[in-house]
């Protein structure tokens, strides 16, 4: 059956050069649910987190009871019943328009927990910088519903705000931060430098656990924004924790030639189990697993002992190039197509690489394909299933 495989050991080793930063720069790193959940990977994070970040109710309760410490809350708009829970719980509540700001304000300002300065309230500004490439990712693109521009903050009644929130990158590095951080300074640092706000929500989209991301800018970045300001600094990546920590290994179902393609229909679906294969959209790195002692030569982010992978090239590459497919009804469910050293045939493995963030989070069970198991590498060599869905999740969550 096709599984995603987290490796503890790689989990670890990015939460321990995020908390480094964190402790180096004085920010306070947050996970992000938004792209990894998994609360029984939770114990390895939870010494190196300071909390989480939840975009709503939801993700805010699973942080409370299953990681522990700061959780900051930020949702396009709350519903009524919604916030009136998170004001029991959350420490930061970030509003993203004036409106809702208004139309909440008051029962916020009752609460005691906010009386308190135990839980504290934002807004998410919208800096209008765009530093990414992909508009689906860029919350700076023109019309964006993401975060208040500047113009909407003049005459806006904001007592009661102490935090301000942006989120603008994706994927990027420490120089588009800076670069985003001038801007935002440009329009809203007369607001950041008034004693009424306490703490910079700097998002996420930060790719610190990257070989070649510049952590000394990120961290002297946040120096300096927290001794010029004299502002708790927050950032909340989520694929940082994650990058290069997981893999969905897969089976091939069928092989067969139509129409000058050679087809080999798999036992995943990109649009059901790593949608940002057709969003992004994202080609991944692709195995085929081989016996030991091949060595076959490919590194994917969990190798297990007995295995070599041999890794897949662009089509034409290699001798034998195949289109990898889902067993979908939707034609353009499609991963690539991807060229071998050697012929596949149906039961042969096959590993899809770095596929830890944003894939387990935003799964279905489309067309009934069953749902990957989920499974963690333990550091003794172990691996422990934690999740099978089966026939009756399918039935259930369908209603
Ligand atoms: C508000 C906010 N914070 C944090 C993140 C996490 O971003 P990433 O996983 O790219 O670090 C996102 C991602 O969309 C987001 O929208």
């Known amino acids: 059956m096709a599984s995603f495989l987290i490796s503890q050991p790689a989990l670890e080793q990015n939460a321990r050069v995020l908390a480094q930063v964190a402790q180096k720069s004085g920010a306070h790193m947050l996970l992000a649910l938004k792209a990894f959940s998994t609360t029984s990977c939770f114990s390895t994070l939870r010494p ?28 396009p708009a709350y519903r009524p019943a919604e916030l009136e829970e998170l004001l029991g719980f959350a420490h930061h509540i970030d509003f993203n328009s004036i409106p809702q700001w208004q ?11 906010v009386q308190s ?94 070989p070649n991301y510049d952590r000394e800018a990120l961290i002297s970045l946040v120096r300096e924004v927290r001794e010029c300001y004299g502002v708790e600094v927050y950032l909340e990546p989520g694929e940082a924790w994650c990058v290069h920590t997981g893999v969905l290994r897969a089976r091939v179902l069928d092989v067969f030639e139509s129409l000058g393609y050679r087809h080999a229909i798999l ?82 493995e096959i590993v899809l690489d770095d596929m830890t ?10 067309n009934g394909v069953p749902h990957p198991a989920l499974q963690i590498l333990q550091p003794d060599g172990s691996i422990s299933t934690v999740c099978r869905l089966d026939y009756a999740d399918f039935e259930r969550r369908l209603g």
């Open 48 to 75: 190196f987190a300071a909390g989480c970040c939840a975009s709503g109710l939801y993700e805010a309760r699973l942080a409370a009871q299953h990681m522990g410490g700061h959780v900051a809350v930020y949702s």
């Open 103 to 113: 139309r909440y304000r008051e029962q916020c300002l009752r609460h005691p927990r």
């Open 117 to 210: 300065g135990e839980l504290l309230l934002g807004l998410r500004v919208n800096p209008c910088f765009s530093t990414g490439h992909t508009p689906l990712y860029d919350p700076c693109v023109p019309g964006s519903r993401l975060g208040i521009p500047p113009e909407q903050l003049v005459g806006a009644d904001l007592t009661g705000i102490s935090g301000l929130h942006f989120h603008t990158l994706c994927e990027q590095g420490a120089q588009e931060l800076v670069d985003t951080f001038r801007a935002f300074e440009k329009n809203f640092g007369t607001l950041l430098a008034s004693p009424q706000i306490r703490y910079l929500n700097m998002g996420g989209g930060h790719w610190i656990t990257k």
């Open 267 to 348: 036992d995943v679906s990109a649009s059901a189990h790593m949608p940002d294969v057709l969003e992004m959209p994202y080609r991944p790195d692709v195995y085929a697993v081989r016996p030991a002692e091949e060595q076959a030569g490919g590194t994917p982010a969990v190798q297990l002992p007995g295995e070599s992978y041999a890794p897949a090239g662009e089509a034409g590459e290699l001798p034998y190039t195949y289109r990898l497919g889902a067993p979908t009804c939707l034609a353009g469910d499609v991963i690539g197509d991807f060229s071998f050293a050697a012929p596949l045939q149906p039961d042969d």
């Open 357 to 366: 963030h944003y894939t387990i989070v935003k799964t279905t069970h489309f």
